[in-house]
């Protein structure tokens, strides 16, 4: 028998807290910490349980009903004993509130996930939990397993689609031994798709934030020579890229192989091969969306799941658009995504031309300082989940070796 506890409230945490109570061997917790999300899931939910709508491509759709256990808000009854897996499944800025509410409960031997943990996910656990979590299997994968949206609060959730893989990586816990191998059993919690592909070192998720190496980039590319106008329409944000934004793209993502291949030169033990080029990573995630898989160029303007999509924009009294800077492509893909990668490149010595100027950019948007000079020096860096902000500063100290 497993006991996961889920923590969130949200459109992942539904499908994921029903997808594990499904099973006869899961015993499935929900710890919700945002505002009264708890009482009004207990109170939806009722005797009936989750009703996920799972449709995955090649399969008939299908309902998947689970009921958790109990959901609540105070961390104690969450971990009640015999917590084997905490899977958190919230937004990167609400990790920490957790990890800090999860510390005093936190034993030998159980599994953290961040699903998706996002880049600096290990850096916060390390921090938040301290010694112990040395002791304990952390994993991070790079995105959700599903497009899913909660359809009634508390019920049901539809899965929209499942990948096929999820790449994350492992760092296992010697107490551990003896018990079932944290891939194995948050596998059994999701049931068989995705198939979860750990490999590689922690760092390497923390070194594939796509978005981190995606959006602030687009935004720069769109608006840097902007004259303060407002525009006729929001353009298209993926499928109107342009080719010097796609060299950008590559050239950020070149700067983050380069980064690993210096740790890997530093630490021939590490094993950093899971970090891959941005253009590869389009390849495997989207096989069946691309149109025209030539170039980085191409496979962004043609990648169909991203059709429609278009720059954050606010609407003028006229009818006409601005952007909107203060969206979640800088304010959340700054500080847990470009800034981790400029980090841990710092750390390893490489220069990083190319994500600073767009740090540079991007942080004047939002009225925040991260980067001086080309250095991590900035007043904003305790809102980063860059490895300065916890004190680690050094090779040892990003791959959880030494602080
Ligand atoms: P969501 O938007 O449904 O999360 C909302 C939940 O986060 C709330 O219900 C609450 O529990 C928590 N929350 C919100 N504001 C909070 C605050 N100020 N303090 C504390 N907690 C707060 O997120 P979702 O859709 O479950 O996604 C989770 C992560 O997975 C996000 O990082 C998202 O970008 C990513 N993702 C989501 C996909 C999807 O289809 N839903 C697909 C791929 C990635």
Known sequence: MITVLVCGGGNGAHVCAGLAASHDDVTA?????????????????GQEGLHIAVRHSGSEPSTVIGKPAYVTKDPAEAMKPNVDLIVITVPSFAHEQYLKALKPYVRAGMTIVGCPGRAGFDFAVRSIIGEISAELSIMNFESLPWAC??????????????????AGAVQKSKSADGKLDPTAAFQKVLGDYPKLLTRGHLLGVTLSPTNGCIHPEILYGQWKDWDGKPVAKPPLFYNGLDEETAHLISGVSDEV??????????????????????????LRTYPDDIGDKSTLYTTIRTNKAYTGLIHPCTKTDDEQYLPNFRY??????LP???????????????????????????????????????KLTGSDLNITRCPQRYGFNTLDGILGMSK
């Open 336 to 374: 847990y995504g470009l800034t981790v990668l400029k980090g841990i490149a710092e750390i390893a010595g490489v220069p990083t031309p190319k994500m600073d100027h767009v740090i540079e950019w991007a942080q004047e948007k939002i009225g925040k300082s991260f980067i001086v000079n080309g």
């Open 149 to 166: 949206r909660i359809s009634e609060f508390g019920q049901s959730a539809d899965v929209l689609g499942v990948k096929d893989t999820l």
């Open 257 to 282: 192989l380069a980064t690993a291949k210096a740790i890997m030169e530093q630490r021939p033990n590490v094993d950093l091969s899971n970090v891959e080029h941005i253009f590869q990573w389009y």
């Open 29 to 45: 917790r929900v710890l919700t910490m945002f505002e009264d999300e708890a009482e009004r899931w207990t109170a939806a939910m």
């Open 328 to 333: 979640r492509y800088i304010t959340e893909d």
